[in-house]
Each structure stands twice: as structure tokens, then as C-alpha cells.
Nanobody, 137 residues
Framework: VQMVESGGGLVQTGGSLKLSCAAS????????IGWFRQAPGKEREGVSC????????YYADSVKGRFTISRDNAKNTVYLQMNGLKPEDTATYYC???????????????????????????????WGKGTLVTVSY
């Protein structure tokens, strides 16, 4: 199994980046995909999820309206378009796959979706190694 993120880099406040996550080695169509991020000294947090069945999308409140998740099932790839970037978005961004969409959603909003997932896996089945996003002032 491989999940490989790309597209990170240095951008100024208000700028945009588009992250990609290419996956292989598992039955892509059956898995929901999530984007997570981890800033230095902080816990990993869920950013966005996209379901396997109907492509429904979900976002953490901190990024809603600025980030857009999408998936191209023909390419086994998920994207995260990030607009209006802020310094507090600086983090290493990871993609991860899970069979149960609910697990991904619990990482976004544990109070709303019934539970808090813990590291190191946060309930996700597969992880990429991450791509660094740095937003300067």
C-alpha cells in the first residue's frame, strides 16, 4: 500500500496551494479519504474527508469555505485545494484512507460524530508520509 502526498511548499498569507495524494495497493473505490495536518508541537487534526460512495465532502470548521477536497477515482488520487491560506495553516499535511467514513468524520468533529479518535493511527487504515505547507506572514 502506498499513499504519496505532493504539492506542499512555501506560500504567503492569502495565497493558494493544491495538494495531491496518489494511492495504490488497496481497493480505492471502497475507501473514504481524509486530509489531516500536524503543526510542530501539536496533535494531528482532521481537516477534510471525502466519502467513497457518493463523494460527499466534509470539513473542519477551521478550513470550511477555504479548502476544497475532491477525488479522481480514475487516477486513485485525492486533492485538497487550499485558498486564503493563513499562517495557522502551517503544518505537515497527510492523507489517509479508511473503509468506514464515520471514522474519518470522527476526526473532524468528534462531538458531532460520536467519538474522539486517538493516535498514532486515529482509526485510519493507511497513511502517507506527508507534505509540508508553510504560510508566511
Amino acid at each position: 500500500v502506498q499513499m504519496v502526498e505532493s504539492g506542499g511548499g512555501l506560500v504567503q498569507t492569502g495565497g493558494s496551494l493544491k495538494l495531491s495524494c496518489a494511492a495504490s495497493g488497496f481497493t480505492w473505490d471502497y475507501y473514504a479519504i481524509g486530509w489531516f495536518r500536524q503543526a510542530p508541537g501539536k496533535e494531528r487534526e482532521g481537516v477534510s474527508c471525502i466519502s467513497s460512495s457518493d463523494g460527499s465532502t466534509y470539513y473542519a470548521d477551521s478550513v470550511k469555505g477555504r479548502f476544497t477536497i475532491s477525488r479522481d477515482n480514475a487516477k486513485n488520487t485525492v486533492y485538497l485545494q487550499m485558498n486564503g491560506l493563513k499562517p495557522e495553516d502551517t503544518a505537515t499535511y497527510y492523507c489517509a484512507a479508511v473503509e468506514r467514513r464515520s471514522t474519518c468524520l470522527k476526526n473532524l468533529k468528534p462531538d458531532e460524530y460520536g467519538g474522539e479518535m486517538k493516535g498514532p493511527s486515529y482509526g485510519m487504515d493507511y497513511w502517507g508520509k506527508g507534505t509540508l505547507v508553510t504560510v508566511s506572514y
